[in-house]
């Protein structure tokens, strides 16, 4: 929906308020017109309800109300004296159109100064659960999100196990598009299995005729600082447009919110503007070779060829510190290393054993069909890619049919203009163009394993509206099921030099606190 009909279906909301409501803020000591104002009705209402006024606020934040708006209902039946299991019933199940028996039929009066408290110890339990679940909502939405590490292609940098923060505000928390969805689930509700939001299951067939149904238009918060150069960024993969998560082509048609698509982490090797290359594996960022922080560690795959049937992969693998996995890849006992970082690799290469250690990289010119921007005319590969252009924002390119399969992408899924080619004549919105001025800024996303990662050489750019936020801290560390990796629990993402742990002085402070608190109630006891 766009905001005109978004706008158009609050004021009917309004309406549908007013009607059901009017006589009871009459009842209330208040009048009738008060009942149709939008905004203002609101307020007025949580003042005959005896609850805060800050609470609009909550009754607009998508999935929020979801949660809010039946604690409205409820609480205004139980304003007029109906607050039996019942009415609390009724309430929920006709969606707050129970006010309208209560503003025609019953013959109710207004409770002025009716006790908050729950009558029961069910009923103050209830309460404390759904208040907690609205302030874990508004913080995981909009503040800070918790968020597994799953594979390696950050690894060094970011192990899989570890368990981040990571922040909204940094670079503008994002309003969710979709406003109906049960709170703090992703895509997926843990052991049902189902989706975690209102989804036409139909939609192709439909022909994404639901596409802007019940969906907010893109709206961020202003954030603090930019996406800089070679940045951690978590953000929602572009290509992921699937029924099935676990299923991945990136050729499908199937719509999904951006907000529900796959999170992804990644390094932001280039920004808005910026005209990047890989040569060799390594990333150019307008023609110099891009240098990435200390904490980050490059990792490629080689072919190791042993001087011996001695030869011991498993222990190579954890005495070097190499990271993902090995297999034999022919008879001659050539063996398959998917990631050794150049630190592995300066000291496993002297390893007694070690006949030859060979890069195991593409060659220039031949051409990956699995590699953006699946066009026969670019013979890219994960290792000799571009050169190519990262829109920015406001800045016009000239369009022709060489560039077009690069951005006709982001011209057409990500800022929604219709594209078709006519011969030699490309034709945006029906009008026939050479030039094109991009909406939003876009970003490149790799990962530092470089030879085990599903990144952006696959599946292109990253338009802002998908990013999500910035990894600030890692709160705990798993190395498989049974072993915690203290050394990590309550590092920084970045920064400089070893990450160093807080553990021990967030106990101490968190025992502190503890022990303050328990002083301060003796002591008040005592008095």
Not at 58 to 70: A, K, Q, Y
Not at 112 to 117: A, G, I, T
Not at 162 to 190: E, N, Q
Not at 476 to 499: H, L, Q, Y
Request: glycine share 6%; hydrophobic share 40%; with cysteine.
């Amino acid at each position: 929906m766009t905001w005109t009909q978004w706008f158009i279906f609050i004021l009917i909301i309004q309406v549908i308020h007013g009607l059901g409501t009017w006589k009871l803020y009459i009842k209330a000591g208040r009048r009738a017109w008060e009942a149709f104002v939008p905004v203002y009705n609101g307020i007025i209402l949580l003042k005959i309800i005896n609850r805060p006024w800050w609470w609009i606020i909550l009754l607009f934040l998508p999935i929020v109300n979801l949660i809010m708006l039946p604690v409205v209902w409820v609480e205004t039946a139980r304003s007029f004296g109906k607050n039996t299991t019942l009415d609390t019933v009724l309430a929920f199940v006709t969606l707050g159109f129970y006010n309208y028996y209560l503003n025609y039929i019953a013959d109710v009066n207004y409770i002025e100064d009716r006790s908050l408290l729950p009558n029961t110890s069910g009923g103050d339990w209830l309460s404390s659960i759904l208040f907690a679940i609205v302030a874990a909502t508004i913080v995981h939405t909009y503040f800070m999100q918790p968020f597994t590490i799953p594979s390696s292609s950050l690894e060094k940098s970011l192990l899989v196990g570890d368990f981040l923060f990571v922040s909204k505000f940094h670079y503008g928390a994002r309003v969710p598009m979709t406003t109906v969805g049960a709170p703090m689930v992703h895509d997926t509700i843990p052991v049902l299995n189902k989706k975690s939001y209102l989804f036409n299951d139909h939609f192709e067939e439909r022909k994404m005729s639901w596409k802007n149904k019940l969906q907010l238009p893109y709206l961020r918060f202003p954030g603090f600082e930019k996406i800089d150069r070679n940045e951690i960024v978590v953000f929602n993969q572009p290509a992921d447009t699937l029924k099935d998560m676990n299923v991945f082509k990136p050729d499908r048609n199937y719509y999904k919110p951006i907000d529900k698509k796959t999170n992804l982490v990644k390094r932001c090797v280039g920004v808005a503007g910026d005209s990047l290359e890989v040569r060799d594996g390594y990333v150019y960022i307008n023609g110099k070779k891009n240098e990435l922080p200390d904490r980050a560690h490059l990792q490629f795959s080689y072919l190791v060829q042993p001087k011996t049937n001695t030869f011991n992969p498993n222990f190579i693998k954890d005495r070097y510190d190499i990271t993902d996995g090995f297999g034999i890849m022919n008879s001659q006992n050539t063996y398959y290393f998917s990631a050794i970082s150049d630190e592995a690799l300066s000291r496993f290469k002297n390893h007694p054993n070690v006949a030859s250690i060979t890069p195991n990289k593409q060659e220039k010119g031949v051409r990956d069909s699995d590699i953006f921007p699946h066009d026969p005319n670019y013979n890219w590969n994960v290792d000799f890619f571009g050169p190519l252009y990262i829109p920015e924002e406001g800045k016009t390119i000239d369009i022709n049919l060489e560039v077009l399969p690069l951005y006709k992408r982001v011209i057409t899924e990500y800022e929604g203009n219709t594209l078709q080619v006519k011969g030699n004549q490309i034709l945006i919105n029906g009008e026939v163009t050479d030039t094109y001025t991009f909406k939003q800024n876009y970003y490149w996303m790799m990962g530092d394993n470089r030879h085990n990662s599903i990144d952006a050489r696959r599946w292109g750019f990253v338009p802002f509206n998908h990013v999500i936020g910035k990894p600030v801290f890692i709160w705990m560390s798993w190395d498989g099921i049974k072993n915690p990796r203290w050394e990590r629990f309550f590092t920084t993402v970045s920064g400089s030099g070893k990450a160093t742990s807080f553990l021990i002085p967030f106990l101490v402070l968190l025992f502190g606190w503890m022990g303050f608190n328990k002083w301060r109630g003796r002591k008040k006891e005592s008095k």
